[in-house]
């Protein structure tokens, strides 16, 4: 059981044991960068992604009360991260778009590093022709290393339809990425 349920179950049983804002600073701590990097990676001509991290982040908070403890807690608050992200595009008209992949090595000599960032590149060009939903599983699946029952609770997609789409998504995504590197 992670460090945040823990605490969360404590102050749910015993609120004068942990305090609120001990809570709220630990979640920060731990999904701040992560939502930074979810939030880049799918909205599109959003000027201040700081300002939609912190927006999500206290409005998970004053959710918190609706979190079910039989749960990943990571998975109810990608759950509500995704829907306030929807709210929020419904309202501004931003897609969902450029998913960074983070799925190559980190070795640090300059000819690795370049090659690296050439991989990178081409990896972004192929996932950026998938549709929004097919980023959002990869980015899910490969950069948050979530389950696919746990992508299926955030997305509503049912589990069988996201482990056929990835099966399709990397199919497509090698022979491409391997058509791009004959040419």
Known sequence: MDQIRKKFLKWKKHSKDIHRDELFHEIWEVYHPKLQVYIKNFQKNF?????????????????????????????????????????????????????DDHLLSNENTPESIMEKNTQQEMIREAVSKLSSVDKELIFLHYYEELKYREISEITGIPEGTIKYRMWENKKNLKKNLERSLVL
Do not use: G
Not at 51 to 78: A, M
């Open 47 to 99: 000027d201040d992604h700081e300002d939609l991290v912190s927006d999500i982040l206290l409005h998970i908070f004053e959710s918190i009360h609706r979190y079910n403890d039989n749960y990943s807690f990571s998975t109810w608050l990608y759950t509500v991260a995704r829907n306030y992200q929807i709210d929020m595009m419904r309202k501004k008209k931003n897609p969902i778009e450029n998913i």
